[in-house]
């Protein structure tokens, strides 16, 4: 079991020296917030100093004194994170990268541009935009950190066409445990140079080194784009709808499943019914968000006129062209405020990240559904049907809290075992952190869940980045 040394006054005066006083935060001082992150249920815990940084060499300098010491520190970007990530089960220091907030330098030969770890999804998405170009990846919380998304490999709803951000990371600079500040990639298309240090730095959450700098990917703005909402009588038949899209040859930019229960749920917090929940007389029982972007207006009226034909094909109840750009705008901020609408109606929630195989969607759905129903616990889901990522929550707003996770521990581990049966991973896209650990554990097996231990210890020896994280059982006595 790791043990870590406590800071002592003179240890804080020198972490105090480093970023100065007006970015040094010590008891009550310290943001109430850096305790926990979206997922409170996990459990919360505060830091016995916070730290925000504004340079590489200042990241470097914190973490000098936190090796010699031996004193903790957990990386901390906008705190959006769903698994406890960024919160610091060990106490010690949190370092914070919310100042780090520059975009450097655009490269348009390349397409790439260069930024600090704390320029937010929506600013980088906003300012690429301006240059005529597009940040493909596009997961739900725009007020991440890219930095974040980095450490947690965030997907999103493009990810069907364009794939993750993993995909769009190019270079990083990074500092590791003992403060030594590495380069990892280049800004070039293809690399077969070694082993990929940049790709296992890319989803690490923080525990293998600090992330301050990064060239990432970008690609031109494409031309124009439609949405259609394709409502389908019941789950099956509106999955089974995804891979014949596919095999349609119409490259969709996303596919995104939503069920009759969040569409109610998402009307009632916009006070927008933006999803109809009935068709042609007939119930709505899960409907498909499909976007295409092409060159022009022409190609995108082909792919529709495809689609009508697949969809049609596969019992779709009818096929509906969000028309207008006011519209369009709806549509997608009620897809994105699925959790927020959730989060507003219930008290206690616990959520799980699943991927499994496309076809595999409605057996995990069905068999999901009847465990909420066993165990008297409220399921909402909603998913990125184009890559078989679910986001399945579990609610209640009459247990108590202790019932409840009792509760949902037996659904978590009954889910991640039907999950793995049908050839599925734990996380598609919000990572492990310290509340999906056990789960990771099981589903890699005993001999990979021991490498990934094996290559943290080379990393970080002492088990001072973010502990108790991914696959670090330090903590655990
Ligand atoms: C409403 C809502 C919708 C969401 N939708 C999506 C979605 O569609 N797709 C998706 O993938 N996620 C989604 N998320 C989850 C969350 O936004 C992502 O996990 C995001 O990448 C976290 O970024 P952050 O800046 O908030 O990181 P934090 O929560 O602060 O940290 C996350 C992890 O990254 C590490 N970390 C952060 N910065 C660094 C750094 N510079 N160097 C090293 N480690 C670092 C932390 O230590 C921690 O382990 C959603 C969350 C919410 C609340």
Redesign the pocket.
Known sequence: MATYNKITPEIAAQLKAVVGERRFFEGEDIDPNYSH??MPIYGKYLPDVAVDVETTEEVSEIMKICSANKIPV?????????VG??VPLAGGVVLC?RRMDKILAYDMENLVVRIQ?GVLLKDLAADALDHGLMYPPD???KT??V??????N????RAVKYGVTRDYVLALTVVLADGRIIELGKSVCKTSSGYSLLHLMVG????L????EMTMKLIPKPICDVSCLVPFRDVESCIHSVPKIKLANLDPQSIEFMDADIVTSSAAFTGNPIFPENVNNEEVGASILVTFVGNDEDELDQKMIKLGEVAEEAGALDVLVVATSANKKEAWAAR?SF??AIEADTKLIDEMDVVVPVDKIPDFLIYIRQLGEENGIRIRNFGHAGDGNLHIYCCSNDLEEEEFKKKVKVIMDAAYTKCAELEGQVSG???I?HAKMVYLEESVGEDVFKLMGEIKKVFDPDYIL?PG?VCDSSLVS
């Open positions: 992150d979206e957990t990386c901390r970007g906008a705190g959006t994170g769903l990530g960024c990268t770890p997961p739900g919380e991440a950190t930095g974040g998304n980095i450490s947690t965030a997907g999103g709803m690490s959450e923080g525990t080194g600090i992330i301050t994105s959790l927020t896209e919000h990572s952190g973010n994280k």
